[in-house]
T-cell receptor, first 114, second 115 residues
Framework: DGGITQSPKYLFRKEGQNVTLSCEQNLNHDAMYWYRQDPGQGLRLIYY???????QKGDIAEGYSVSREKKESFPLTVTSAQKNPTAFYLC?????????????FGPGTRLTVL | AQSVTQPDIHITVSEGASLELRCNYSYGATPYLFWYVQSPGQGLQLLLK??????LVQGIKGFEAEFKRSQSSFNLRKPSVHWSDAAEYFC?????????????FGTGTRLQVTL
């Protein structure tokens, strides 16, 4: 089955630690995205990538980093510089072409800082 | 900057009743418009989208939405709600032009269905 997988589903981190969230897709999509979701705030874009080895900052990139070494993978690292990292993180991908091509979402990772 | 407003944070309807969730956008030109649904602790699933043509769009699970240019609205409707429709609903827009296709989301409407 084609789709997007995110791991782990739940992640706990101590303050001061970096953690990496995994996102893999087998849809052969060119573009991939990372969002952060907080209660009552909808989804906010962290980073996005339209092609391998290239990515751009979204609206709330501070304290996060990404890489795009393979088309299928777009890992997100939450660094110790992120002041309030507890949130639900969603990865998405989209087929290249017109903007009417919708984004497909993974099941999400819930990160909790202890 | 473009924005999306979902004025209702929480809506409660009885099973079998009709539903309308409101969405208004602020943008200079007609954007592409999407409705997504999210069950608790899950990812988002696309219900429907509009980019041109007939302003009444049919989606999955019996949902439809109507684009009204004069009101900058894209309201989601369902004639008869089922208990399984309880979830959070997000309206999103993307500019007509541009290549990044960055979605701007509303803050969501949480739907509760009473039996």
């Amino acid at each position: 089955d084609g789709g997007i997988t995110q791991s782990p589903k739940y992640l706990f981190r101590k303050e001061g630690q970096n953690v990496t969230l995994s996102c893999e897709q087998n849809l052969n999509h060119d573009a991939m995205y990372w969002y952060r979701q907080d209660p009552g705030q909808g989804l906010r874009l962290i980073y996005y990538s339209q092609i391998v080895n290239d990515f751009q900052k979204g609206d709330i990139a501070e304290g996060y980093s990404v890489s795009r070494e393979k088309k299928e993978s777009f890992p997100l690292t939450v660094t110790s510089a992120q002041k309030n990292p507890t949130a639900f993180y969603l990865c998405a991908s989209r087929r290249a072409g017109g903007a009417y091509n919708e984004q497909f979402f993974g099941p999400g990772t819930r990160l909790t800082v202890l | 900057a473009q924005s999306v407003t979902q004025p209702d944070i929480h809506i409660t309807v009885s099973e079998g009743a009709s539903l309308e969730l409101r969405c208004n956008y602020s943008y200079g030109a007609t954007p592409y418009l999407f409705w997504y649904v999210q069950s608790p602790g899950q990812g988002l699933q696309l219900l429907l989208k509009y980019f041109s043509g007939d302003t009444l769009v049919q989606g999955i699970k019996g949902f439809e939405a109507e684009f009204k240019r004069s009101q900058s609205s894209f309201n989601l409707r369902k004639p008869s709600v089922h208990w399984s429709d309880a979830a959070e609903y997000f309206c999103a827009v993307v500019p007509y032009t541009g290549t990044a296709s960055k979605l701007t989301f509303g803050t969501g409407t949480r739907l509760q269905v009473t039996l």
